[in-house]
């Protein structure tokens, strides 16, 4: 399994509010899947995302990654799962603004520890994969919402990680856009990449294999 | 490491002015510490050399200058009474006025330094960079109303250049010029008149009264040793060892370094105090920099980056401020340090006061600015590498 989460419960507190955001929720994500979570906004999407990508821990339950359990790891080991295991795609972006396309998706292969100079290499080698190979010196801020989620996306493989999670990846882009990123992430999937996707676009996430509905923190249902 | 500067770079050059800001305080500071102490080194420096002039195998006996103890006088007996010392090679007693001095109907007030004219040579021309004849000659025995100038004497301070043969009037008696020195660079010496002791003191009603006696050793005697000797024969002469003193080169130079230690202890604790306003203004902007920058170590974070890179790269960014601050100060301080000497050449004249900004102080304002960086940017540092992932994320 790439993913399998039991009895996930998930609980955090805004002020004095103590909101569940999932009640025990299973799942188990095979490797080279092609995952859809859907459901309403507040149903536990993004809760669960970042539960399997390792950026947060859950309140009681197991959370595995490629058959490692994360409780009982230390902050830093958590890091090193994310670092090698897992590639973000966001719906902001979320580049680094000052850096350029090419640093920023070398950026994960900094805390990994590659020399300098292949990190430069292997990151435009993705800038190339995703199409940007003309844009590699630009900043964040000089290119269209596309080409930036595309520079995001080639940044989610710098590590080689075996599960791509993505959250909302088409929510701030044009439909043309759009459709490119899916086609991209389809095609890493068809790799051989298990990928996940958060997404609130019905046509996008019906192209899954293997779809989640959410509703207050529980799967509603699992259709294959 | 490498990356961390390159990364670091990239963060002060995105927020240039914001990072100049920051550091405003950093180098107001160490532009201070270094200007100040600069003054305060220059100062020291000036007075050793002009200690170090008098050779180092002298000792000067004078009276004691100071609040609460009353100075004794110094009469021609007493210097009679150490000439007899073992390891005394010769004693030269001087007398100082200030006096006006006239010449071609223009009047000066100049420092007018009396000795016994057979001994003026060996009392003032020998030793390191000590005095040497420009023209003319030094005064020798028997020579009364003769003087040697200084040069800033003999050249600056009348309207017309006073050479060798003419004739200066020393409150009110005419006395010849018979030589004039080479120009020492210390304007207090340059600008002095050299004298017979003995007329000096008749024209000032002085008695047997003396200003300081000069003493130098026998070669091959140790120093401290006739020092000692020099005290006892006074204390016994005098009944008491107060209201004077009796140091040798070194002592004086030692005694002056340490009162120009307390002098650059309170420049520097000055300017220390505005860089420690300065080290607040980096950790108030570092700490607003962590809120501000949550976005970007959420991104780290997802990006594989543990709480030590997350820490490191904030603590790189504070020593990378606080050196630039430093840099930029040291080379501001060392520019009002340079003013501060041009101003000092124009208007106190050359070699009065010449400020320096040695490497020790180079070095140590830039150590202290990085230290300040650091030590500031420690806690929002931590703060930053303690945000988790998904609150950071959020923002």
């Known amino acids: ?224 | 490491m490498i990356e961390y500067l390159r990364y670091s770079l990239r963060t002060i050059a995105h927020h240039k002015m914001r990072s100049f800001l920051t550091l405003l305080g950093v180098i107001i500071g160490i532009m201070a510490i270094v200007s100040m102490v600069s003054v305060g080194s220059g100062m020291e420096q000036a007075l050793r050399k002009k200690l170090e002039d008098l050779g180092s195998d002298k000792i000067v006996v004078s009276p004691r200058i100071a609040y609460g103890t009353s100075s004794i006088l110094l009469v021609d007996a007493d210097a009679e009474a150490l000439e007899n010392l073992q390891g005394v090679a010769f004693v030269s007693p001087i007398y100082t006025v200030t006096s006006d001095v006239e010449y071609g109907g223009e009047t000066q007030l100049l420092k007018v330094l009396g000795v016994d004219p057979e001994k003026a040579e060996e009392t003032f021309g020998r030793g390191a960079s000590s005095y040497s004849l420009l023209a003319g000659r030094w005064l020798g025995r028997g020579d009364r109303y003769k003087v040697v100038l200084g040069y800033s004497a003999a050249k600056d301070a009348f309207p017309r250049e006073v050479s060798v043969g003419s004739r200066v009037r020393l409150h009110g008696r005419e006395f010849e010029v018979v030589g004039v020195f080479s120009k020492t660079g210390d304007r207090d010496k340059d600008y002095s008149v050299y004298t017979s002791i003995d007329v000096l003191r008749e024209i000032f009603g002085a008695g047997e009264r003396l200003t300081f006696i000069i003493i130098r050793v026998e070669k091959g005697s140790d120093i401290e040793q006739v020092r000692q000797r020099v005290e006892e024969r006074l204390k016994r002469r005098k009944g008491t060892d107060k209201g004077y003193f009796v140091m040798t080169q070194q002592e004086i130079i030692q005694s002056v370094g340490s009162a120009y230690t307390v002098v650059k202890v309170v420049f520097g604790g000055l300017a220390g105090v505005s860089l420690i306003v300065g080290a607040i203004g980096i950790a108030n902007t570092m700490i607003m920099n962590v809120t501000e920058r949550r976005r970007e170590i959420g991104i780290l974070l997802a990006s594989g980056a543990d709480r030590m890179h997350v820490m490191r790269i904030f603590l790189t960014d504070a020593a990378l401020l606080g050196i630039a601050g430093g840099a930029a100060g040291l080379a501001l301080g060392y520019g009002v340090s340079r003013a501060i000497n041009l101003a000092a050449e124009r208007y106190l004249g050359e070699g009065v006061l010449t400020t320096s900004v040695t490497p020790e102080l180079a070095a140590f304002s830039l150590v202290f600015a990085l230290l300040v960086g650091v030590v500031s940017g420690l806690y929002p540092a931590y703060r930053a590498s303690r945000l988790e992932p998904v609150e950071a994320l959020r923002a």
């Open chain 1, 1 to 224: 399994m790439a993913i399998s989460l039991r009895d996930v419960v998930k609980r955090y507190r805004t002020g004095k509010v103590v909101v569940e955001a999932l009640r025990g929720v299973s799942l188990e994500i095979p490797r080279g899947e092609y995952v859809s979570i859907m459901g309403p906004s507040g149903s536990g999407k993004s809760t669960l995302m970042n539960l399997m990508g390792a950026l947060d821990r859950p309140t009681s339950g197991s959370v595995k990654i490629d058959g490692i359990e994360l409780s009982g790891l230390s902050d830093r080991e958590l890091a090193v799962v994310r670092r090698r295991k897992v590639g973000f795609v966001f719906q902001q972006f979320n580049l680094i603004s000052k850096l350029t396309a090419l640093e920023n998706v070398a950026l994960p292969m900094w805390f990994s520890g590659v020399s300098r100079s292949r990190r430069m290499r292997r990151a435009r080698e993705l800038l190339e994969l995703v199409g940007l190979g003309h844009r590699v010196h630009h900043k964040p801020s000089e290119m269209s919402g596309g080409e930036q989620q595309r520079v995001a996306i080639a940044r989610a493989l710098a590590n080689e990680p075996e599960i791509i999670l993505a959250d909302e990846p088409t929510g701030n882009l044009d439909t043309s856009s759009g459709m490119e990123v899916v086609r991209l992430l389809e095609e890493l999937n068809a790799q051989g990449k298990t990928l996940v996707v958060v997404t609130h676009d019905t046509q996008f996430g019906r192209r899954a294999r293997m779809r989640v509905k959410m509703r207050d923190g529980q799967v509603l249902e699992v259709e294959r």
